[in-house]
């Protein structure tokens, strides 16, 4: 029986690793958790181009609307931040919202 096919990432809602050097992030793999808890992402596991196991996660209907606004605050908070620093503050690249 083949593997069910794994959510396509055509939303740009995909998890990728970020980091200076291509790996995850210590916080990246408890906010997927936490977001799926929440019914925000979908996640499954599918297997990679390469042959190995990858999970695939997607927002959900009524997850990417939460997202975009916690997005929002998020950016809110940080050009508040940017503006008392004089620094800029990076957004999390997770999810892909800019």
Known sequence: MPAPEPPAPADGAHARPDGPTGAWLPWQYPL???????????AKWGEAPNGRRRKYCATTTGGRPELIGQAAQWRAVAD???????VPVPFPPLFGFR
Do not use: A, D, P, Y
């Not at 958790?33 to 992402?41: A, D, K, T, W």
């Open 32 to 42: 997927l958790h936490r977001l799926v808890r929440q019914g925000f992402i979908s």
């Open 80 to 86: 508040t931040l940017e503006g008392l620093l004089g």
